[in-house]
């Protein structure tokens, strides 16, 4: 059953609409809400659309899926008007063998705990998190072994009184027949802490005690088998550490203004609140040879944004650094995967590609024979929650490429190489919509040049300059556009005030922005614009910044973006060989205010929905749960 959590509506229509909204979306079946339901508080300001007459009846009509507790605004005549109990200080749940209880916090909280049963225990979420979570795939002793990994890992006192805000979880007693089961656990601690056991001398008394337990069950011969199996670490002991092992990241790289850094620390922070622990690699402050520290040792994975690390080699030339860091390593790629050509070209297993664009999951499994995912990166939502005044009417954060210096490397070129590259340039300006790759093989067969997949991707490497200089031609075709309708476009970048547009009186130029600077700047935008550097069927970050920010999204269309955002509602779409129908379309919005509100808080609902780092680390521990079942 699934169950949705709700607090302080505090006769709110507008919000309480977005709640049930929200309940319909995913399919939950019931709705627990913890106080303060329709009553605005002394304390508080009006809520937006308070109207608690309207509230009413909207919860009336839900009354047999809701459960609900009594917050610090409740009142006898709140319970005379609904249909359904609310006066509850406290309710308990019980949901997969765990007792949850559901309360506001005024009455009872971490200083004055609700009734509790022998065995359970409130512990800090922050011990938990850090210690690697409750390891699901041990068939018993589940909460004992949580702990006794919490007891390695701090010097938290279970008997002390927890202080602050930190948020707590109750520990029960597993749910699982202990006395059946129990034993394969314990060998599975005593595999693990084998070494501390020995340091203490209790080793051979641990190992007597669990075959003792396994016999008392008729379960010995079994016990022992899988005993050796725990103390030798055979893969059947990593298949059940997996989950408490942590996730090692590569950070550090300050490629575009930090912003593969910031990909790497939001991915991390969020596979942190979901549960993992996670080891810090730092590129930017650590020595290279503090990456040996790692060899043979196990994580659940191992994940760099667009790293060069992956390809590191032993002092022998011939192995790879990471054959002998154990667990699956994946790789957060952004350009065309033929940019990392070299760093692509070693083999050695549990190797994943994540990207952006499903054609570059086509051309790594085709051209690399590589593992490759669909896995587009997220949106940061604003820290700012305050209004902030739209006062640009477009922008865009990005930087000018001149195209013709380009066309001039192009020209530098061997002859046979140069004509296949000024054919490859104009099949892409022709078809805007071609991927670089299918654009390279129309100008191949334009030569009756056939080649094998090897000599492809070399062809492909040696021409990729190609690439930008279409991607730079169109970004400057679209701001003449725009420019040339009269529409003020704000831009943000060095490489502006040198540019051939810097001639439009209404192109104002403005300096280089950081990462968190940008996301700012989006949430003064009225509109902002993107154009892909070239990835036809992909997803990017400035996309869902954009949304997340509050602006309306202008942007070249994808593949992606086809049943995932519907154009004029969601965001605003365009060809590029029908961009001289765009003026018209942002002066309409600039022009309609309600519409423009309503596209831009669509989009970002969509995109807070399903393009957030949150959900991206709820994906990606689902990936590697698939993985480990699939035998990785």
């Known amino acids: ?90 309710c308990i749940l019980a949901i997969d063998g765990k007792t949850f209880y559901a309360t506001h916090g005024h009455v009872y909280n971490q200083n004055n705990l609700p009734p509790l049963c022998e065995g359970d225990i409130l512990i800090p979420k922050e011990l938990i998190l850090l210690a690697g979570g409750r390891n699901d795939r041990l068939p018993a002793k589940k909460k004992y072994e949580l702990l006794l990994r919490i007891a390695q890992r701090t010097s938290f006192d279970l008997t002390e009184e927890p202080s602050g805000d930190m948020g707590m979880e109750l520990l029960t007693n597993d749910t699982a027949e202990e006395t059946a089961d129990g034993w394969k656990t314990d060998c599975y601690i005593i595999g693990k802490y084998s070494q501390i056991l020995q340091e203490n001398q209790v080793f051979e008394m641990a190992v007597a005690s669990v075959l003792e337990e396994a016999q008392s069950h008729g379960h010995y011969e079994q016990a022992v088998s899988f005993l050796e199996a725990m103390i030798g670490h055979a893969e059947l002991f990593y298949e059940l550490d997996a989950p408490t092992e942590p996730v090692l990241i590569y950070k550090g790289d300050d490629v575009c203004h930090n912003v593969l850094t910031v990909f790497a620390e939001q991915f991390g922070a969020a596979l942190g609140r979901a549960g993992a622990q996670i080891i810090w690699y730092d590129m930017a402050n650590q020595p290279p040879e503090e ?252 996309m869902a910044n954009i949304m997340l920010a509050g602006a309306v999204l202008v942007t070249d269309d994808t593949r992606y973006l086809k049943g995932r955002y519907e154009n004029g509602k969601d965001l605003v779409s365009f060809g590029l060989a029908e961009r001289e129908t765009l003026p018209e379309r942002i002066k309409r919005l600039l022009s309609d205010t309600a519409e423009r509100v309503r596209i831009a808080e669509s989009g970002k609902e969509k995109t807070k929905q399903f393009h957030t780092w949150d959900i991206r680390a709820k994906e990606f521990l689902e990936l590697l749960e698939t993985l480990n079942k699939n035998g990785r």
């Open 291 to 542: 990456l040996l520290q790692y060899r043979n040792r196990h994580f659940k994975a191992v994940i760099g944004v667009q790293s060069y690390l992956f390809s590191v080699k032993m002092k022998d030339e011939i192995h790879y650094l990471h054959e002998t860091i154990y667990g699956p390593k994946f790789n957060f790629i952004f350009d065309h995967p033929v940019w990392m050509k070299k760093h692509l070209e070693h083999q050695y297993p549990d190797f994943y590609v994540l990207t952006h664009d499903a054609d570059y999951v086509t051309f790594v499994q085709n051209y690399f024979r590589k593992n490759a995912v669909l896995f587009p990166p997220a949106g940061i939502e604003p820290t700012c929650k305050n209004e902030v005044t739209r006062k640009y009417d477009l922008t865009f954060v990005g930087t000018y490429g001149n195209y013709w210096n380009e066309i001039l490397l192009i020209h530098q070129m061997e002859r046979k190489e140069r004509f296949l590259a000024n054919r490859f340039l104009l099949v892409m300006r022709k078809n805007p919509d071609l991927s670089s790759e299918e654009a390279l093989k129309r100008a191949l067969t334009f030569y009756d040049r056939s080649v094998d997949k090897k000599e492809f991707v070399e062809i492909l490497y040696e021409l990729r300059r190609v690439i930008y200089c279409v991607m730079h031609y169109y970004r400057d075709r679209v701001l003449r556009v725009l420019l040339d309708s009269g529409l003020t476009v704000n831009v943000f970048g060095d490489s502006w005030h040198n540019s051939p547009l810097a001639a439009y009186d209404n192109l104002v130029c403005h300096p280089d922005v950081t990462v968190e600077e940008s996301l700012l700047i989006w949430q003064q935008s009225k509109l902002s614009l993107n154009i892909m550097s070239w990835h036809k069927a992909g997803f990017t970050e400035r």
């Open 1 to 90: 059953m699934k169950y949705m959590f709700a607090s302080d509506i505090h006769g709110s229509a507008y919000y309480c609409r977005k709640m049930l909204d929200a309940f319909e979306k995913e399919g939950a079946e019931r709705l627990v809400l913890l106080g303060d339901l329709l009553y605005h508080g002394p304390r508080n300001d009006l809520p937006k659309e308070y109207a608690p007459k309207q509230v009413i009846p909207m919860l009336n009509a839900m009354k047999d899926k809701i459960y609900a507790v009594r917050g610090n605004c409740e009142a006898e005549v709140d319970q005379m008007v609904l249909e359904f109990p609310v006066m509850a200080d406290y």
